[in-house]
């Protein structure tokens, strides 16, 4: 399998307790995105990486939200002391960066987060 | 500023008929790209096409046709002949050459009756 994988698919957790989901990219892709959607919005871009450096993250949505790429393979997205406003959809892409063809992006299946 | 505009929220049409999605959009940068993605109930956004500023050739695809004009900074969709499996939320997503993220519109709902 070549595409993009997400872990869990879902995750269902109390207010208050912290969250972390995994990403792995297309293997030879060294970009690595996230973003958030909730029901009836486009994706909510959060923040990304090149490689293992996170080039963006201001767009994260509180201090509760960070992110990491510790060897720029796959990347973990952690959210702490979770809020019921959190529940939503979490994407997960990839793209390859230098590319003369410009920034087109593969999604993963999403980790779908409720909580309670 | 950089903007996405999808104007039409939900699209309902009988199978076989053709439906034209409009995306309108707004940058101030010369090098950009444009893109549609699929994303079905299953969730799971599936690309659908690229194009950049300089190449304003329309594309077809199968029963899937892209109409790209700069002078109305639109990027049009349209699908012949619709099949139920067409329904789906489609997005249209800009991407401009100084800037990595992908800006996306609030999505259309398209929904194919049989």
């Known amino acids: 399998d070549t595409g993009v994988s997400q872990d869990p698919r879902h995750k269902i957790t109390k207010r208050g307790q912290n969250v972390t989901f995994r990403c792995d990219p297309i293997?030879?892709?060294?970009?690595l995105y996230w973003y958030r959607q909730t029901l009836g919005q486009g994706p909510e871009f959060l923040t990304y990486f090149q490689n293992e450096a996170q080039l963006e993250k201001s767009r994260l949505l509180s201090d509760r939200f960070s992110a990491e790429r510790p060897k720029g393979s796959f990347s973990t997205l952690e959210i702490q002391r979770t809020e019921q406003g959190d529940s939503a959809m979490y994407l997960c892409a990839s793209s390859q960066g230098f590319s003369r063809w410009g920034n087109e992006q593969f999604f993963g299946p999403g980790t779908r987060l409720t909580v309670l | 500023a950089q903007k996405v505009t999808q104007a039409q929220t939900e699209i309902s049409v009988v199978e076989k008929e053709d439906v034209t999605l409009d995306c309108v959009y707004e940058?101030?940068?010369?090098?950009?790209?444009l893109f549609w993605y699929k994303q079905p109930p299953s969730g799971e956004l599936v690309f659908l096409i690229r194009?950049?500023?300089?190449d304003e050739q329309n594309e077809i695809s199968g029963r899937y046709s892209w109409n790209f004009q700069k002078s109305t900074s639109s990027f049009n969709f349209t699908i012949t002949a619709s099949q139920v499996v067409d329904s789906a939320v489609y997005f249209c997503?800009?991407?401009?050459?100084?800037?990595?993220?992908?800006?996306w519109g609030a999505g259309t709902k398209l929904i194919i009756k049989p």
């Open positions: 940058t101030r940068d010369t090098t950009y790209y």
């Open positions: 997503a800009l991407s401009e050459d100084s800037n990595y993220q992908l800006i």
């Open positions: 293997s030879e892709h060294n970009r």
């Open positions: 194009r950049n500023s300089f």
